[in-house]
Every structure is written in C-alpha cells, then in structure tokens.
C-alpha cells in the first residue's frame, strides 16, 4: 500500500496465464468460443489490495476475450514497463508525481487512466489495546516517552518502528529524524511479515508501533489505532528529507501505456471505467489471503455477487 519507487528489491517477472473459463450470463467469466483481441499486461504490486484490483479486472477482460498477463513487479519497475513495453496498466498508483510526470508529461508512454475509487491512508499503527493503556500515545509528541517498551535486539538503545517494505512509499526515516524521535525504522521486508507482526501483537498485548495503511484486509479483524503527526499540508512533504509531517491521504489512480490504449478501446474502457470501494477491495484480498480462495476465485465470487457494480465498467 503505501509507496516510493525504490528499486531496491528485483522485480519478479512471473507472468501468470489464466484460462479462459466458461460461464453463464452475467458471471463474469470468459466465454472459451471468444477470439483472442489480443494480451493486456496489467502490473500487480506486491500488496495483496493490488492483486485483489488485478484478480477482478483480468476476469473481466478476458470475457472481452483479451489474453491477461499479470507481471509482479514492484512500483518503481512497474512504471518503467510503459517504456519498454512491458507493462499496459496499472491498477493502483499509491502517490508518485514524479513518476507521472515523467511517463505522462515527458515521455508521454502512459496517461492517467483516473482514479480506482479507493482512498489510501498510510501512518503510523499500533494494537487498539496500547491505546487503551496509554491514551496519549496516539500523539507523535508523547512517543519519546514510550519509546522503551519497543526497544529490540535489531533497534538498540532506540525505540523499534517496524517499518514494511524497503519500496513502499515511505517518510519514516525523515519523520524520526526531523521530529527527534528517539525511535529506529527496521523493515519487515513484506506487507505479509508486517501483516503477522500486528497479529501477533494484538493477540499477545506485545508492544508494537509501524507503518501500516488502509484498505488492508488486516483493518476489519485486528484493531490498529494510527498516531497524529503534524497536518498534512500541500507541499510539506517536496523534499523527502525534510517530511516533518503526516502522510497525504492517497486519491488512488490508474495508469495505462497511451500505445495500448489507442489500439484497444474495449480494454481501455474498462480500465478507465474500473472504479470500487475500500471495502470491495478488502472482501477480495480478504478471500485470497484469509479463506483459501485463489485470486481467479476470489474475483469470480466478488463478479457473482456485484453485477450491477462492474457491469457499469464495460464498453
């Protein structure tokens, strides 16, 4: 979720061909009978709220009968496949202007494909019951005080902040340097490691504060409560070593190669059309990650039971 383009971690370029799988009216399944209109690469970030957007808009696409390639790549990578190719759409841009700028302004690969209908919100978390023993400690100004109860073998003599993945947009390290806060970011590595940390940390009244963000599936059975900083305000975070205050709340958008979607107007619609709630993406993600469901049927049941929602999508 949230989610600067670092291209510290290799993408992973595992391309998955779903089948074609036949359906009745109004499944949202592809008809096996339908010619090929040609491959739509659609890029999944490594979040699980992305591979939710994905699952359901590959199903839908393909009873278009569009082939569907999903690479998994991260943020930074995923963007430069507008250049080379690679890449025709992504689903759900987590604030990167000078991304955009480049590929949409100077380059001019890809175009704004608008927003996807979801709000993000990144910040800083910690367990619904450390608010209930410590009140105070939803304002930044009183974390120095705490920082103790989250010291750790990887933090030393500071304060752990459990940071996620080293490519997720993050002003973490500005926010401890800048506010003084007796705290050191460590990274988890993935949204699946923070993901058990606040499990683990909710179940077992274990102290915890980290970088977390909404829509995540996690929100809607293990309570997090997110700390104030500073207001956002416009521009207060322009130079990256200098963020001193919250994160933007996210109007997340859609962005697909300007090639591609000259050539294939059905599928550009529907891309351009696509547009669902944090809680429809958190059902989806919730199926894959919580109920055994794979993402082709994850997405199949969500189709099933919300006809006159993505009917609206398609050309």
């Known amino acids: 979720m949230r989610r600067t383009g670092t291209t510290r971690l290799l993408a992973v370029f595992a391309v998955v061909g779903l089948a074609l799988a036949a359906c009745s009216s109004g499944s949202g399944g592809a008809s096996p009978s339908v010619a090929s209109k040609g491959t739509v690469k659609i890029a999944i970030n490594e979040w699980v709220g992305a591979e939710a957007n994905v699952a359901v808009v590959q199903n839908l696409l393909q009873t278009l009968g569009y082939t569907v390639e999903t690479p998994t790549l991260a943020e930074e990578v995923a963007w430069q496949g507008f250049d080379t190719g690679e890449v025709d759409v992504i689903l759900e841009n987590w604030g990167h202007p000078d991304l955009e700028k480049l590929y949409f302004e100077d380059k001019k690969v890809a175009e704004d494909a608008g927003p996807n209908g979801v709000t993000g919100i990144i910040g800083w978390y910690v367990p619904e019951w450390m608010v209930t023993e410590y009140p105070d400690i939803t304002n930044w100004e009183n974390l120095n005080k705490y ?66 963000y909404t829509p995540q599936w996690l929100l809607a059975e293990t309570k997090l409560v997110k700390v104030d900083f500073p207001a956002y305000t416009d521009g207060c975070d322009a130079d990256p070593k200098k963020v001193a205050c919250d994160y933007p709340p996210y109007t997340l958008n859609k962005a697909i190669r300007t090639e591609f979607a000259k050539a294939n107007a059905d599928a550009a619609t529907l891309v351009k059309n696509f547009s669902w709630t944090n809680d429809d993406q958190n059902m989806v993600a919730d199926y894959i990650a919580n109920k055994g469901m794979s993402p082709a049927e994850a997405a199949q049941k969500w189709i099933d039971e919300n006809e006159a929602t993505w009917k609206a999508w398609m050309p």
């Open 147 to 212: 920082a103790s109860m989250f010291k750790t073998s990887e933090s030393g003599d500071k304060g752990q902040f459990l940071a996620s993945d080293p490519t997720f947009v993050t002003n973490d390290e500005a926010l401890i340097t800048n506010l003084d806060l007796d705290y050191k970011a460590v990274y988890s590595g993935s949204e699946s490691a923070s993901v058990t940390a606040f499990q683990q940390a909710a179940a077992d009244k274990k102290p915890l504060i980290g970088y977390f």
